[in-house]
């Protein structure tokens, strides 16, 4: 008992060696400045947000960049956000285009968002601003965009002068009331002609030229002219945030570590961390667990009010990105009665289909995770299970166009590794029965061939789009004549300017997605554009071709084609899979069949043995019964033989 208390009141050691006093002083000196960081984030943060918060609704902006692909938009949006102090000069290029594939490609596939605070005439104004995609393929974002907007910087490039996608902005922001400012970019270039962009957006969209402002985003000339023409012109959002919360849901993405994150715009009332709101389109309820604003990256707010467009993610979070219906209203559980939900949007339908395999059937498990990771971040790409005899298990996926699809395929390779075969592109076709019951197909080996056609079906159809295309004059007859060789009807021409040319075209939508846009651009040399919507279904005289390997068809190359066009793609289908087929120690027959009729064969001859080498100075008859005896082999092993197509070959013949 002595010795312990002893222990406990022995005096502590001596003080410290030098090693330790000096890895005290570091520590100290490091939790100092860890301290003094915090404070200085948390002041930075409180700034921004009273610098927000004594800013009124009158001083709100909210505008979208909207602009034919290449025309600028990301590159003026990096000025924008340069101008304002929202980051820092010469930094990151592109600083609202996040993806790998758009910093690679040069084009803008998702719709970006940022805040910004901007001083003029000695009073602060919080700007929201949305950089738009440029592609046909994308025209769902922009139109979603257009709903947290009061107004659009409509961009047209001074060298190119007014597109074909210029045109279908215009048109989708005056449908929507958006007040339009015009904007031309790249003044500096020598090809640059601004008086001639002037005069076609006078003259094709009747804005005054006047109102417009000439700049250059990539050296930041006269750049600084743009937000005070913006604050002049847009006007304010329209909201009170003494009423119960509107809000609507514009866009969603999905966190590993939040669940899925909400882009809302806020119509009336607030919204802060800790509300009960409820969904109008699920009936779900939630508890809110962060707010915050794109500044230009996820900075939490303490609230959101009326006229502002920010984030909103949840605490328990929201797991499955479906319950996130983009348009959906949300509004404070308890004032369900007293808010009349917003009308929404329109989803975005599939118009695309192709079918993805795994190369090695070992890699599926990795390649559907990493098919599902991408589908959470994009909903608009439809995903289906297949197999085929050929290639294996795989899925049929559908997007809303080529584009889509093509950079669709880049994110699986570039960002998750992937290896995967995909077939050509087509589109949906519909088959009316004789009950009257209506079937959309979007798989070609699903198709009826020719022996039901005869007995059950009224009326196939096919898709039709209404195809806007952008030209030079000196081009007009080529352009007319590669629409007309792919089946189109002209609905309008129209000269916009003395060298510019507006043509209208009904399209098969089957056509259009055969890299009709790479024709065109072969044609005009680049200087064409192309815009589409959907048209009407249209009755067709369309039939299934395949592709046969000793009278078996194989599945995995199927395609639905019109009776005009059936006997050349035959033709190109077996001259090219005979390439990649391996000769056998049979016949092998390689057909392309369209319905019941055979329109293309090749023929691979099997290898021979001379059977006739040891044969001298025999007699003729003694040659003919060897080859008599060859002849026979041969047509048993045929019967017998069951010819096997690798993948690789397959592989080669859907590669383009």
Partial sequence: MRSWCKSILRPR???PSCAKQKSLIQLRARTITTTRWQGEAHQLLSDLERRISEIPLERFRNFCIVAHVDHGKSTLSDRLLELTGTIAPGGNKQILDKLDVERERGITVKAQTCSMIYKHKGEDYLLHLVDTPGHVDFRAEVSRSYASCGGALLLVDASQGVQAQTVANFYLAFAQGLRLVPIINKIDLPSADSPRALEQMKETFELDPSKAVLVSAKTGLNVEAILPTVIDQVPAPVGNHLKPLKLLLVDSWYSNYKGVILLVRIFDGQVKAGDHITSFATGLRYVVGEVGIMYPDQTRQTLLRAGQVGYIYFNPGMKRSQEAKVGDTYTTVGAEKLVEPLPGFEEPKAMVFVAAFPIDQSDYAHLEDSINQITLNDRSVTLQKESSEALGAGWRLGFLGSLHCSVFEDRLRQEHGASIIITPPTVPFKVIWKDSKEETITNPAEFPDGGTAHTGIVELQEPYVLATIALPQEYLGKVIELCEGNRGEQKELHFFTATQVLLKYDLPMAHLVD????????????????????????????????????KEPVDAVARVVHYSQAERVGRQWVTKFKQHVDRQMFEVVIQAAAGRRIVARETIKP????????LHASDISRRRKLLEKQKEGRKKLRAVGNISVGQEAFQAFLAK
């Fill in 13 to 15: 050691a001596s003080l």
């Fill in 515 to 550: 890299d009709f846009f790479g024709k065109l651009k072969s044609l005009t040399k680049g200087y064409a554009s192309l815009d589409y919507e959907e048209s009407a279904w249209r009755k067709s005289n369309i039939i299934k071709l395949q592709l046969l390997v000793n």
């Fill in 607 to 614: 290898f021979r043995k001379d059977v006739l080498s040891k």
